[in-house]
């Protein structure tokens, strides 16, 4: 059984960049969900993904988008870079019946200077 | 106020000592409990789940929930230093998209 995988492990971006992180679920998963963790923070829910559209979204601007592909792999588009967005962003993978019970990659460590 | 609160720690204790590790919440319609473990700049690893109240034991982990206080535990038999991690306790309603998690509690398990 292949895990949650997420890439890349680590990026650097200024202030106003465009990013994008990459994320396979775990085999037989096909719900995705996105999170970001500050440090010393529990993780915030950014939004989820079933059927490759967005099936539910937290507190975050429009700024942050994603995508689904029919193989259920995701990403994480964040437009216009700021200095907060500096975090671990960690993808989750679910089965759509239960979805509570999430799976979660390495993550990303994103750095905004 | 949050909707899950977590003692930040950190909690240090000898190698064999049992650990509690709680978190309380507000949110009456949380039905799902997860504890996940998190090593150093590593992403949260799942340790158990409990659907509503009740106990759940695996291994020299146990979960408790009660519902009526709004209060879950996990409890670490014979804590080893490799049990050293944050741990995360994450909570949400039946089916939803979220999950909503505590800050995290630092344990320390010193030989």
């Known amino acids: 059984e292949t895990g949650v995988t997420q890439s890349p492990t680590h990026l650097i971006k200024t202030r106003g960049q465009q990013v994008t992180l990459r994320c396979s679920s775990q085999?037989?998963?096909?719900?995705v969900s996105w999170y970001q963790q500050a440090l010393g923070q529990g993780p915030q829910f950014i939004f989820q993904?079933?059927?490759?559209?967005?099936?539910g979204r937290g507190n975050f601007p429009p700024r942050f988008s994603g995508l689904q592909f029919p193989n259920y792999s995701s990403e994480l588009n964040v437009n216009a870079l700021e200095l907060d967005d500096s975090a671990l962003y960690l993808c989750?993978?679910?089965?759509?019946?239960?979805?509570?019970?999430?799976?979660f990659g390495a993550g990303t460590r994103l750095s905004v200077l | 106020q949050k909707e899950v609160e977590q003692d930040p720690g950190p909690l240090s204790v000898p190698e064999g000592a049992i650990v509690s590790l709680n978190c309380t919440y507000s949110?009456?319609?949380?039905?799902?409990f997860m504890w996940y473990r998190q090593y150093s700049r590593k992403g949260p690893e799942l340790l158990m789940y409990?659907?509503?109240?009740g106990n759940k034991e695996d291994g020299r982990f146990t979960a408790q929930v009660d519902k009526s206080s709004k209060y879950i535990s996990l409890f670490i038999r014979d804590s080893q230093p490799s049990d050293s991690a944050t741990y995360l306790c994450?909570?949400?309603?039946?089916?939803?998209?979220?999950?909503?998690f505590g800050t995290g509690t630092r344990l320390q398990v010193f030989p």
């Open positions: 989750a993978s679910s089965l759509q019946g239960a979805k509570n019970i999430q799976y």
């Open positions: 085999s037989g998963h096909n719900t």
């Open positions: 993904y079933y059927r490759e559209e967005e099936n």
């Open positions: 949110n009456s319609a949380f039905q799902y």
């Open positions: 409990t659907y509503s109240s």
């Open positions: 994450a909570m949400s309603a039946y089916n939803t998209d979220k999950l909503i």
